[in-house]
């Protein structure tokens, strides 16, 4: 089936350095691509998506560029901040029959200091 | 006005009992969903029901069972609850397509003594 491979956490970081979360598919035909953030005691909120070959997502100064050729759709931040710790869900949508769902990677927890 | 809401926020109970979650969302979703997420952070779907009806039932004990009585609310009940049910369990909502952004609920972590 589908999946998800991201790069293992944590990451720690300090403020205004420079981000990269890896994240690598499997997929049968063209998924659609996201990014999904959860803060500390919360949900998952999105916080980008993509959902066809070299479409970049971006929000929050975060950009994720769906690679069809290399199945990636890497998580990057030029600068950043306290407030960006969270952990961080890379997700693919996934048809199977006449359903779709989305298939989550393990997540990469983000720490960044001041 | 919270968008997708869950009742309630911790759970405690022991081995063996039954409890419900309860989920509601006032954004007009056809569709609605349950995952697990496990100690570790994995977050895994276990339902799906659009417009009332149950779409993706993953590998899930019969033990859980949704229920669907509109389609603002999406619950969940389990049954003879066990250790391994520990987890924090979140409600999404979207519309038909999961393409769509899928707005999540906060959380209800559950603990099983």
């Known amino acids: 089936g589908n999946s998800v491979t991201q790069m293992e956490g944590p990451v720690t970081l300090s403020e205004e350095a420079f981000l990269t979360i890896n994240c690598t598919y499997t997929?049968?035909?063209?998924?659609?691509l996201f990014w999904y953030v959860q803060y500390p005691g919360e949900g998952l909120q999105l916080l980008l998506k993509?959902?066809?070959?070299?479409d970049k997502g971006s929000n929050k100064g975060f950009e994720a560029t769906y690679r069809k050729e290399t199945t990636s759709f890497h998580l990057e931040k030029g600068s950043v901040q306290v407030s960006d710790s969270a952990v961080y869900f890379c997700?693919?949508?996934?048809?199977?029959?006449?359903?779709?769902?989305?298939?989550f990677g393990k997540g990469t927890k983000l720490t960044v200091n001041p | 006005d919270t968008a997708v809401s869950q009742t309630p926020k911790y759970l405690v109970t022991q081995m063996g009992n039954d409890k419900s979650i309860k989920c509601e969302q006032n954004?007009?979703?056809?569709?609605m969903y349950w995952y697990k997420q496990d100690s570790k952070k994995f977050l895994k779907i276990m339902f799906s029901?659009?417009?009332?009806?149950?779409?993706i039932n993953e590998t899930v004990p019969n033990r859980f069972s949704p229920k669907s009585p509109d389609k603002a609310h999406l619950n969940l009940h389990i049954n003879s609850l066990e250790l391994g049910d520990s987890a924090v369990y979140f409600c999404?909502?979207?519309?038909?397509?999961?393409?769509?952004?899928?707005?999540f609920g906060p959380g209800t972590r559950l603990t099983v003594l």
């Open positions: 999404a909502s979207s519309h038909r397509v999961v393409r769509d952004e899928q707005f």
């Open positions: 997929a049968t035909g063209y998924p659609s």
């Open positions: 993509a959902t066809k070959a070299d």
């Open positions: 997700a693919l949508s996934d048809r199977q029959g006449g359903s779709e769902k989305l298939v």
């Open positions: 954004l007009g979703h056809d569709t």
């Open positions: 029901y659009n417009n009332k009806e149950l779409i």
